[in-house]
C-alpha cells in the first residue's frame, strides 16, 4: 500500500506558497533566469504549447508530474523515470523542500524542477500546474502520488480531525493533482494519469478506517476518470501497492507479507504506467491476496480480521518513530511496546503481540513526514 507521511511529524509541517520554483538543469547547476520567463518559471519549451498550438509537439524529452515526490514511492519512482527517459522535464512536488533538493540532486540528465507545496492548497497547485503548461506543454504523465497513512479511531474524539486530513489528503489531493492539467492532456489528446490506490482498500481493516476508506475511494474515483478520460486519448492507470519497504512501514507493529524494497516497486509500477495498464497490484502476490478478500463472506472476513494487527495512531506513530530514529536495531516486541504504551486506553483490544497480524497497508510507507510523501 502506498508511502505516506506522517501527519504528526513537524518535518512535515504544512508548506503553502507559491514561491518560484528551483530548477535543476541537466548539468545539476541552477540554469542562467530569462527574463522573458514569468516568475522565474522556466524557459518555455521548444515543444511547448506557443510552438506546437494544434501540432504534434516535438520530441525533446517527456514531461512528467509528480505529487509527494520527496520520499518513498514518490522518490523511488522519480529515480526509475529518470533513468527511463533520460532528458525529460520533471516537475516534483512536496513538502520539504530539502528532501526535493536532495532528490533533485540524484537526478542527473534531466531537468528537475522542484516546489514545495501542501497537497491541500488547491490553488497552489493550480497555479503551479499552469506555469508548468505554459512553459513545456501538457504532461505526458501525472502521478497523483501524495498521501498520508494513520491508524484512527471513531470513539477518540482527536481522531475526528485526524480522519478529516487523511481524506482530504488522500482522496481530495488526487482530484485536485489531476484537475489543472486536463484540459492541455485532452487538447494533446494524449497523456497518463496515475493514481496510487492500496490493497488496504480492498476491504475494511480495524484501526484503519480513514485510511481504507479513502483509498477504497481513490479506487472508484480512478475508474471512472479512467471512463471520462478514454475518449480523448487520455490513459489512467491505477497502481495499488501492498506492502513496501519504506521509512513509514518500518514502524509497523506487524507482520507485513510479501515486503517490497521500493525500487523494486518503482521499475514494476513505471512498466505499468508505461504499457498503460488499467490497475495494477504491486507485489503480485498480493493480488491473489485482493481477489481473496474480495470473496470472503463478512462473516469469514469478519471472524479472520476482527483482532488484526492495526495501523497505529498519530500519537503512537510519533513514539514509535522516537524509538525507531534513537537506534536501529529496534525489534518486533519494543514497535508493540510502543504502540501498547500510546493507546493504553486500548491495550487489551489493540495488543498485536498476541493476536493475529492482519492484511496492513504499507500506504504510509514511504514518506516520513512526507506526502507521499
Avoid at 485536485?176 to 482498500?201: E, H, N, Q, R, W
Amino acid at each position: 500500500m502506498p508511502g505516506h507521511a506522517n501527519p504528526s511529524s513537524p518535518r512535515g509541517a504544512d508548506v503553502k506558497t507559491a514561491e518560484a520554483p528551483r530548477v535543476m538543469a541537466v548539468s545539476g547547476k541552477p540554469p542562467a533566469p530569462d527574463p522573458a520567463t514569468p516568475a522565474g518559471f522556466p524557459a518555455p519549451d521548444p515543444s511547448g504549447p506557443a510552438a506546437s498550438a494544434g501540432q504534434p509537439r516535438a520530441s525533446a524529452g517527456k514531461r512528467i508530474v509528480i505529487t509527494g515526490a520527496s520520499s518513498g514511492l514518490g522518490r523511488a519512482m522519480a529515480l526509475e523515470l529518470a533513468a527511463r527517459f533520460p532528458g525529460c522535464t520533471m516537475l516534483l512536488l512536496a513538502r520539504r523542500a530539502d528532501r526535493l533538493a536532495e532528490l533533485a540532486a540524484e537526478l542527473p540528465g534531466i531537468r528537475a524542477i522542484t516546489q514545495t507545496v501542501d497537497i491541500t492548497d488547491h490553488e497552489a497547485l493550480s497555479l503551479h500546474a499552469g506555469r508548468f503548461v505554459a512553459a513545456h506543454g501538457a504532461p505526458d504523465i501525472v502521478i497523483a502520488n501524495a498521501g498520508i497513512s494513520v491508524g484512527t479511531l471513531t470513539e477518540e474524539r482527536e481522531d475526528r480531525d485526524v480522519f478529516a486530513r487523511v481524506m482530504a489528503v488522500n482522496v481530495q489531493g488526487v482530484y485536485d493533482s489531476f484537475a489543472p492539467f486536463l484540459a492541455s492532456m485532452k487538447a494533446a489528446g494524449t497523456g497518463t494519469l496515475v493514481g496510487i490506490a492500496s490493497v488496504a482498500g480492498v476491504r475494511g481493516l480495524p484501526g484503519s478506517g480513514a485510511y481504507s476508506a479513502s483509498k477504497a475511494a481513490v479506487a472508484v474515483y480512478l475508474e471512472s476518470l479512467r471512463l471520462e478520460m478514454r475518449p480523448h486519448g487520455v490513459s489512467v492507470v491505477t497502481i495499488a501497492p501492498g506492502f513496501i519497504d519504506t521509512d513509514m512501514t518500518r514502524i509497523n507493529p506487524y507482520h507485513m507479507p510479501f515486503l517490497m524494497p521500493a525500487d523494486r516497486f518503482a521499475r514494476a509500477a513505471v512498466d505499468a504506467i508505461v504499457a498503460r495498464r488499467r490497475r495494477v497490484v504491486i507485489p503480485w502476490q498480493m493480488g491473489w491476496v485482493a481477489r481473496l478478500l474480495r470473496i470472503l463472506p463478512c462473516w469469514l472476513y469478519d471472524l479472520a480480521f476482527t483482532g488484526a494487527g492495526r495501523k497505529p495512531r498519530q500519537a503512537e506513530q510519533a513514539e514509535l518513530a522516537r524509538r525507531r530514529d534513537a537506534g536501529p536495531h529496534d525489534s518486533a516486541a519494543q514497535r508493540g511496546a510502543a504502540q501498547h504504551d500510546a493507546g493504553q486506553r486500548h491495550a487489551g483490544r489493540h495488543d498485536t503481540e498476541q493476536r493475529p497480524a492482519g492484511l496492513h497497508d504499507a500506504a504510509g510507507q514511504g514518506r516520513t513526514p512526507e506526502q507521499r510523501p
